[in-house]
């Protein structure tokens, strides 16, 4: 009986370290989002170039962007006066350039509707797995 207790303990004590890493590897994109988000700066987004120390930047600045622009309404031209020149165009959508992670290119996309003046804009979520 004893023995079977000790195996018990060591079975959950092992099953509870099992449980920590896996939801530490599930968790680790969304945690690093959260450390890294930065306020939106229109200077930095707009002259930034992509580096090896300065990759994130962009991607950093997205929520704080998404959540406190107030993108949904504006039209072209009011986007390409806060975020610049778009990496890619279109009538219905531009597309902005974020960087690198993970051998993975990065786009944030604004959509327009089909009247192409008001935007119709989802928020924006991107989970990033380097596993």
């Given at each position: 009986?004893?023995?079977?207790?000790?195996?018990?303990?060591?079975?959950?004590?092992?099953?509870?370290?099992y449980v920590l890493v896996v939801t530490f590897?599930?968790?680790?994109?969304?945690?690093?989002?959260?450390?890294?988000?930065?306020?939106?700066?229109?200077?930095?987004?707009?002259?930034?170039?992509?580096?090896?120390?300065?990759?994130?930047?962009?991607?950093?600045?997205?929520?704080?962007?998404?959540?406190?622009?107030?993108?949904?309404?504006?039209?072209?031209?009011?986007?390409?006066?806060?975020?610049?020149?778009?990496?890619?165009?279109?009538?219905?959508?531009?597309?902005?350039?974020?960087?690198?992670?993970?051998?993975?290119?990065?786009?944030?996309?604004?959509?327009?509707?089909?009247?192409?003046?008001?935007?119709?804009?989802?928020?924006?979520?991107?989970?990033?797995?380097?596993?």
């Amino acid at each position: 009986m004893k023995l079977f207790k000790s195996i018990l303990k060591i079975l959950i004590g092992v099953g509870i370290i099992y449980v920590l890493v896996v939801t530490f590897f599930v968790l680790k994109p969304d945690i690093n989002d959260y450390l890294n988000k930065t306020e939106f700066n229109r200077t930095e987004w707009i002259s930034w170039k992509e580096t090896e120390s300065s990759f994130g930047v962009r991607w950093n600045m997205v929520y704080n962007l998404t959540e406190n622009h107030k993108l949904k309404g504006k039209t072209k031209d009011e986007i390409k006066i806060l975020l610049g020149k778009p990496t890619n165009e279109s009538k219905k959508e531009m597309s902005y350039y974020l960087g690198m992670i993970c051998v993975k290119n990065l786009l944030f996309f604004v959509k327009f509707s089909s009247n192409y003046s008001n935007i119709n804009f989802d928020n924006f979520h991107h989970n990033i797995s380097c596993f």
